[in-house]
């Protein structure tokens, strides 16, 4: 099936540090959202974008959905451990079904 | 307020074998999905019900099949079970009214085919 084009798919960084991801889609998407996902767990939702260009942020969050609508980036800042875990972007389309991208497995080292 | 709920946590079938996951979801939402999740990859969607009926569909064979119940609840079907259908199987729910993109997962059912 579909998915997006996530990246990194790894980052390995140290306590304190800031982190950046994005996701690319040969498609347009009218919602962009981040979720994280801990082991044997479902993902949470982190953050939802709406509108093209739309800056977001919760707490050490911020995202933002791309001008062009095929992309978004997600940034952590001032990393802690627990924020430990894999990050999944998702893409909605015209319909209901969300597609993600494959994941960035992220690792702070303290 | 009760997260989605899924159940059983674990199952291991064998090749050929039907299966039926259970998921409740989160208190006052009345939209499910349905995804598989294979090692290493995101979440695959397979299908969303909302009053009780499919109303998309992902790229999954006939062999997946799902129900609503009137009290929201859900269940997934998986006829004629394969090796590759070992995944963790997760649901989640929304609200329609609020718009169906923010979706509450649930911890999943982890499918293991031998």
């Known amino acids: 099936g579909q998915q997006l084009n996530q990246s990194p798919q790894s980052m390995f960084i140290q306590e304190g540090e800031d982190v950046s991801m994005n996701c690319t889609s040969s498609?347009?998407?009218?919602?962009w959202l981040w979720y994280k996902q801990d082991p044997g767990e479902g993902p949470v939702l982190l953050i939802a974008?709406?509108?093209?260009?739309e800056l977001t942020s919760n707490g050490r969050l911020t995202a933002q959905f791309g001008i062009t609508r095929k992309d978004s980036f997600l940034n952590i800042s001032a990393s802690i451990p627990s924020d430990v875990g894999i990050y999944f972007c998702?893409?909605?389309?015209?319909?209901?079904?969300?597609?993600f991208g494959k994941g960035t497995l992220l690792t702070v080292n303290p | 307020d009760a997260g989605v709920t899924q159940s059983p946590t674990h199952l291991i079938k064998t090749r050929g074998q039907q299966v039926t996951l259970r998921c409740s979801p989160k208190?006052?939402?009345?939209?499910v999905s349905w995804y598989q999740q294979a090692l290493g990859q995101g979440p695959q969607f397979i299908f969303q019900?909302?009053?009780?009926?499919?109303?998309q569909r992902g790229n999954f064979p006939d062999r997946f099949s799902g129900h609503q119940f009137p009290n929201y609840s859900s269940e997934l079907n998986v006829n004629a079970l394969l090796l590759g259908d070992s995944a963790l199987y997760l649901c989640?729910?929304?609200?329609?009214?609020?718009?169906?993109?923010?979706?509450?997962f649930g911890p999943g059912t982890r499918l293991t085919v031998l």
């Open positions: 989640a729910s929304s609200l329609e009214w609020a718009g169906t993109d923010t979706q509450y």
């Open positions: 498609s347009i998407f009218n919602t």
């Open positions: 974008l709406y509108k093209a260009g």
């Open positions: 998702a893409g909605r389309g015209s319909n209901y079904k969300l597609t």
């Open positions: 208190s006052g939402h009345d939209t």
């Open positions: 019900y909302y009053e009780e009926e499919e109303r």
